[in-house]
């Protein structure tokens, strides 16, 4: 399985960088988009740059409905795509994806998206938020890929074992202070909003890796 950054506030190989985040999941011949950044000019342009076309997208799985995750939405819609959105979404917005998307489900509890793929169902209080969980080749456990990780990493990784041993964590951690919780992952990708990014990548230099636009990553 094959993920590719296309939004992020860190960026390379001539693409744009944003406050933001958008993951291509390449999983066999499906494609399901994480998110959409802030900004579909610079998702469209990044895509371009990748040399990823909208039609190709299957599915849209969307984290939660802050502006810097959905507002390149426009951009990725078409009429084959399905959508996947946590049940707490507004009106408005699910109102706005079903006018063009092909189908829209909306995500409560844990399930299954396609083979290799899952959803934590949506988690958390204030903010609701869902998150993706991939099977690693041959076995080795599964990869958390979180949006900005509202609900707590803690509670996102817990939820996420009823799919099988966490492997690594893939994302935006926000605030998440209690970094030794980490040690047992063997693979860690803080992104976009995770405040201490850069303690992290020092903490576990042969463990974390750099996240930014234009990075890819297999698992």
Known sequence: MKLRIIYDNEAKGGLESDWGFSC?????????LFDTGASGEILSHNMRRLGIRREDIEIIALSHEHWDHIGGL????HQNVAVYIPSSFTRGTKKRIEE????????SGPADIVPGVHTTGELGMMTKEQSLVLETKGGGGVVVLTGCAHPGLETI?????V????????????GFDKLKRLGGLKMIVPCHCTVRKEEIMRMYPEKAVWCGAGEIIEI
Do not use: P, T
Not at 24 to 32: P, Y
Not at 100 to 107: L, S
């Open 24 to 32: 291509l999941v390449e999983a066999e011949d499906r494609k399901i």
């Open 100 to 107: 063009k998307a092909a189908a829209v489900f909306e995500v």
């Open 157 to 161: 990784l817990e939820a996420a074992k």
């Open 163 to 174: 799919f099988g041993e966490l492997y690594g964590v893939i994302g935006g951690f926000h």
């Open 74 to 77: 426009e951009a990725v819609l």
